[in-house]
């Protein structure tokens, strides 16, 4: 699977950080090989962070980020570096420039990042100007506990080393897991029941679907979709019941009372949040759903951002399903894309979208943020079959 049929948020993620004009726009064109980044002598070129897709031999597909400076000063630099901070929680490996002796902000968000559990590179710059590179290498070695890469970006040297130094540092059990894990294998036939609605429009799949059968299809799959109103006649052309069945969690029910009993079931959300999430803390999670009350908050976290839609999942049909067991009092608050409150503690329970749009990084630090302030999480699909009341009897992982 090449880089463009790789989804970003797949993709390995690498971020690059360090002070004002330490060299981060320069060190990601030198390792991209292209003019991917404004570079100038100016502290404070680069104001969001800019993602830079690109395949390294070894790797594959990766996705580099290219930070502000968290050095910055002012209002505007505040909102510089807390945007430094947000695009930590996707990031699986940090490359940190080091360009003078002064590496006490440095070793402070090494300290940051380490707490994350994020693998941290540190990165000697401007080896070909610096006067007192013996001094500084010794210096980042003993505090950053890691003997530094020395490169200059700008003459574009040490960048073999450097992708080197990337691979050795690969997250433990790294690699494209499977969506649909163990619950497909070679030669299994697998009935797909897609969505049918206004945020799947007509001549379009949505991302979960297109991934999901790329998965199966590169395990050798054999693979059927129907829409479930014609779910009867998709299990009658087949001479034998499906092995598998993966629908859309809004129609779990109807398709659960109409399976064959040898059909494993479940649902892309499902499969994703096991593929992105906590699949076991979201199951565990769903069952908060019984102690809330009309003066409970709940919190709807979706990946995507757009306008609310009449048949929106997230929007309009959990919340409905909820206020319909719970009552028409409990507060829903809704947020999309990168917004996640910092204070969970407000709420009773949040609902996840299956997060096809984050990497596994991102999602994965939500939750923690929530197990740490003991606020339970649960996913759209695993909270639609525990309304449905099939939770126990569809097929996880």
């Known amino acids: 699977m090449g880089l463009m049929d790789t989804p970003r948020a797949n993709q390995l993620h690498i971020g690059i950080m360090g002070k004002r004009n330490s060299g981060k726009s320069t060190l990601l064109n030198a390792l991209t090989n292209q003019e991917v ?4 002598d100016i502290a404070g070129t680069t104001t969001d962070p800019v993602y830079k897709s690109m395949e390294i031999h070894g790797i594959g597909p990766c996705v580099f980020i290219d930070t502000a400076g ?27 420039l080091f360009s003078n002796v002064n590496i006490e902000e440095e070793i402070q968000w090494i300290k940051a990042l380490k707490k994350k559990k994020i693998s941290v590179i540190p990165i000697i710059n401007k080896s070909d100007i610096l006067d007192d590179l013996d001094e500084l290498t010794s210096l980042v070695k003993t505090q950053s506990k890691r003997s530094p890469v020395v490169v200059s970006a700008k003459e574009k040297k040490g960048m073999e080393q450097l992708k080197q130094e990337i691979l050795r540092q690969m997250p433990e059990n790294y690699e494209m897991k499977s969506i649909t894990g163990r619950l497909a294998k070679e030669g299994d036939v697998v009935l797909l029941i897609m969505p049918q609605d206004i945020q799947a429009p007509k001549g379009r799949l949505i991302l979960p679907q297109v991934q999901t059968i790329r998965d199966l299809l590169d395990k050798k799959c054999l693979v059927l979709s129907a829409t479930v109103d014609n779910l009867d006649q998709a299990l009658n052309s087949l001479s034998s019941p499906p092995d598998l069945i993966i629908t859309d969690s809004q129609v779990f029910s109807t398709v659960y009372e109409k399976k064959p009993e040898s059909s494993k079931l479940t649902s892309f959300s499902v499969l994703f949040a096991n593929y992105k999430g906590d699949l076991d803390y979201f199951v565990e999670c769903a069952s908060a759903i019984e102690r809330l009350t009309e003066d409970s908050k709940v919190l709807i976290a979706e990946a995507c951002t757009h306008s609310p839609l009449t048949e929106d999942i997230g929007r309009e049909k959990i919340p409905k399903m909820l206020k319909r067991k719970v009552g028409e009092k409990l507060q829903i608050d809704i947020v999309s894309g990168t917004d996640f409150y910092e204070d969970l503690s407000s709420y009773d329970l949040i609902i996840h979208c299956g997060g096809c749009m984050f990497n596994r990084k991102y999602v994965i630090s939500r939750v923690d943020k929530a197990k740490n302030q003991e606020v339970p999480m649960s996913n759209y699909g695993v909270v639609l079959a525990y309304l449905s009341g099939i939770l126990d009897k569809i097929d996880l992982k």
Do not use: C, W, Y
């Open 37 to 40: 980044a404004l570079v100038s």
């Open 70 to 96: 968290f050095d910055d000063i002012g209002q505007l630099g505040s909102m510089r570096v807390e945007k430094t901070k947000q695009a930590m929680e996707k990031m699986d490996i940090a490359l940190m």
